[in-house]
Structure formats: C-alpha cells, structure tokens
C-alpha cells in the first residue's frame, strides 16, 4: 500500500499500536472461544477475561458496577441500546444539534412511531453548548438528557461537568456519547452525575472496528430490546433481566473485546494525558498554518485547551468533495468530507449543503505530516 498521511482519526484511528495487534492475534489464538457458553477450562478462562475487562473499564470511566458494563458492536449500537431501552411512551428527551446521527435518527424513529418528543438545545458560534439552555429546555416528563461529550465535527469538548450538576438538580439522567473523547479525556461519570456513557473502541481507545459498549450506573435501568441466547437461564422463555446478559444477547466479540483490554494496556503505558497534549499541539499546528491562508475558512474556537485534535475547513470557492479528492489523489492525505453524519452542525455553520473538509489528528500522527497537509492546502487554493 501506498504511503498516505492519514489524517482522518476521529473516523478511526489509524494505525493501530503493533504491540496491541499482536497481542490481539496471541490471546485470541489462545482464548478465542465463546466466553460463559461452556464449562472447560479454556471457556471459564475466556469468560474470566471478558470480565476482567469489564472491570478495568468500569474503573476507566469511573463507573459503579463492572457487571453494567455492556458490551455492543459501537458507540452508535450502543446509544441505540439505551435510547430505546431507556425511553417510555408519553416521554421526552434533551439532546442537542451538534449530535451525530446515531443519537438523531433513534430520536426521530421514536418520535415519528409517536413514543416521544424532544428538544435539540442549540450550540454557540465558537461551538459549545450553555448549560443553562440545557436547564431551560428540562420539562416534567423529560427521561433523559443525551449529549455528545465532544463534537466530531468540530473538536468542542462541552461542559459536561457543569451540565451534569444541572441534571442532578433537575433529578433527570443524563446520558453521554463518548465517542470522540473516551481514550482521550479523563472521564468520571460518577463524579460528574453521568448515568449513562456509551463508547466506542476503534477510536481513541485503539481498538478494532466493530465493538464499543455501554456503562450504566447502578441508579439506572435500561430495558432489553433484543433477545436471544445468553448462555444462562436456558430453560427460560423469557429473557434474562441479570446485569450485564439483560442487554446482551449472542455470543460475544471476543477478538474486539480482546482488542479493548490491548488498546487500555497501551493507554495505561503511554499515558493518556501525554497522548491529548500531543494531539492538540499538531491540531493547533495544523490551525495556524491553515489560518494563514487567505481563501481557507476555519470553524470553531482557536482555542485548544477547549477541542481535541479536530480541524475543519473550507476552500473559498471549492467544493469539499473535491478538494478532499484532490487531497487525496495528488498529495496521498486522507481527510473525511462532507456532512459526518451531523447534518444540523453544518445547518448551524452554514455549510449544509456541501459540509466541509474535516481534518483529525491520532497519536502517531508527526508535525512533518502536519506540514504537508497546510502545505496542499495553500497550493490548492492558490489553483483556484
């Protein structure tokens, strides 16, 4: 393969660490059975191994209860998991127009079913949402507020703190998509009055594709949707309500599972705190080169203290899509374009219609790449 600067991490992260991918490949080959599903050994120690990283996650995220870890395919099963096992007929929702489609389409489905209603509270032009909409939008019959932790479109990390002491005050659980922070912000939910938080593992957390998972606090019931095999209760036609095979059903990813515990053991060695810094100064690298380029168009704040490594821009004159194939197809940089599945943040920039060109930062990613990418930038816009 080609040699690319990828720069499309907040999509999924790319490259994976070598050391996690080995170890992937040695315990699967090792352990690659289905967990709880038999009693010989090497199923008992596969099960062991599961709950092992039930645990470490439940700590990680600063949850309440290893066995309300639940494990999903990603982040957008996942919120669809407690969106649907969560809400009740006559109910309402909070959510916000920076969500990305796996929180708003779920919400519509359910309102057009005739289940819900719910208020999208809107977002500042630097990209953040006020605690006190949040507040204001909260009525009697509201079940949940849902946010997303940070924005996949533009970087802007909210102020989840602030807003989960407004839903402790109001009494209202409030649920997080994690998507784009979890592996690479600190994340408390019981410190921050979250009930929810649901993940996915292919991105900061340097997991493969295909799973992600919920963490529920124990003040928090989430209803089965689904139903099937769970390898206890078998005698039962009734689905088991026991935390966590209540919202598991069919054997497990083992291999994703195996990949998350690999993707922490990195986190844990090359320090997580030191993996966001790095990635907000190649991202504040990236914005000032771009900024010094007259036909670009930045959005959000300039301030990185307050994103994570998320740059979106514009061309003057250009459509997204091309000068990501042009990207691509001349300079060998891989960007995401278009609307990123979060079509009311471009409705609120401006840029509905086309999106933009979105540039995200990794940890393997080098200020030499950064260099290059501004530097296509200003050649193609000189071309215009």
């Known amino acids: 393969m080609a040699e690319i600067v990828y720069l499309d991490n907040a999509a999924t992260t790319f490259p994976k660490p070598r050391e996690a991918l080995e170890r992937m490949i040695d315990l699967y080959a090792a352990k690659g059975v289905s967990p709880g599903r038999g009693g010989y050994d090497c199923a008992q120690e596969a099960d062991e191994l599961v709950y092992g990283v039930r645990k470490r996650l439940c700590q990680f995220f600063g949850g309440d209860d290893p066995d309300r870890v639940i494990f999903a395919s990603n982040a957008t099963d996942a919120l669809n998991l407690v969106i649907q096992g969560a809400v009740k007929p006559g109910g309402h929702v909070v959510s916000s127009e920076l969500e990305h489609n796996s929180v708003l389409r ?199 203290d307050r994103r994570l490594g998320v740059v979106l821009a514009n061309i003057e004159g250009m459509i997204p899509a091309d000068v990501g194939a042009i990207l691509d197809g001349d300079f060998g940089i891989a960007t995401r374009v278009g609307l990123h599945c979060a079509p009311l943040v471009h409705r609120s920039l401006g840029t509905g219609r086309a999106g933009g060109v979105r540039f995200s930062v990794g940890p393997f990613n080098t200020g030499k790449e950064i260099d290059q990418a501004v530097e296509a930038m200003a050649r193609i816009s000189r071309s215009r």
């Open 106 to 304: 779920p919400l519509h489905h359910l309102r057009g079913k005739g289940l819900i209603d719910y208020e999208l509270v809107p977002f500042d032009g630097q990209g953040f949402i006020d605690p006190d909409d949040v507040a204001r939008a909260i009525r009697p019959n509201t079940q949940f507020v849902l946010l997303t932790h940070v924005s996949n479109v533009l970087g802007t990390i909210q102020p989840i703190e602030a807003i989960g002491a407004v839903c402790r005050e109001k009494g209202v659980p409030l649920i997080l998509d994690t998507a784009q922070s979890a592996g690479v912000i600190p994340i408390d939910i019981s410190a921050w009055g979250v009930s929810a938080l649901a993940f996915t593992g292919h991105k900061s957390l340097l997991g493969p594709t295909g799973i992600g998972g919920l963490v529920l606090r124990r003040s928090f019931e989430v209803q089965p949707t689904r139903f099937g095999g769970t390898g206890i209760d078998s005698q039962e036609l009734i689905h088991t309500q026991t935390y966590p095979h209540r919202l598991e059903a069919g054997t497990l990813n083992i291999l994703g599972i195996i990949g998350l515990m690999a993707g922490l053991d990195y986190l844990a060695t090359h320090r997580m705190e030191a993996i966001l810094l790095r990635e907000q100064a190649l991202a504040r690298r990236l914005w000032e080169g771009l900024a010094e380029l007259k036909k670009v168009k930045l959005y959000g704040p300039d301030r990185m």
